[in-house]
Nanobody, 123 residues
Framework: QVQLVESGGGLAQPGGSLRLSCAAS????????MSWARQAPGKGLEWVSG???????HYAESVKGRFTISRDNAKNTLYLQMNSLKPEDTALYYC?????????????????WGQGTQVTVSS
């Protein structure tokens, strides 16, 4: 049974940092691309960052240069290091498993999702 469990969310001040983790189980973690997506209050789901099974990374323009995605295949864990946080980064953050090895920024290409972890950026 595929499971994705996010953690690490919380309250941060503008300019601050948070590190999200996503513990994966029930499948061969190294074989699938993974992504982070987020949903801000009153808005739709937005793709944020992805990493292929080859560990090549991709970012939405809104987070490029501030967020870093990584994976530890030995620990079956996906990470998102978020620096220089802005109030507009406030959202529920989800990790998701891609159906294939290669990354995609199309949310329809992801078949399993975690329950989400809340990130709030406010002074």
């Amino acid at each position: 049974q595929v499971q994705l469990v996010e953690s690490g969310g919380g309250l941060a001040q503008p300019g601050g940092s948070l590190r999200l983790s996503c513990a994966a189980s029930g499948f061969t973690f190294s074989s699938n691309a993974m992504s982070w997506a987020r949903q801000a209050p009153g808005k739709g789901l937005e793709w944020v960052s992805g990493i292929g099974s080859d560990s090549v990374t991709h970012y939405a323009e809104s987070v490029k240069g501030r967020f870093t995605i990584s994976r530890d295949n030995a620990k079956n864990t996906l990470y998102l290091q978020m620096n220089s946080l802005k109030p507009e980064d406030t959202a529920l953050y989800y990790c998701a498993r891609a159906r294939e090895k290669g990354y995609s920024d199309a949310l329809i290409d992801y078949d399993y999702w975690g329950q989400g972890t809340q990130v709030t950026v406010s002074s």
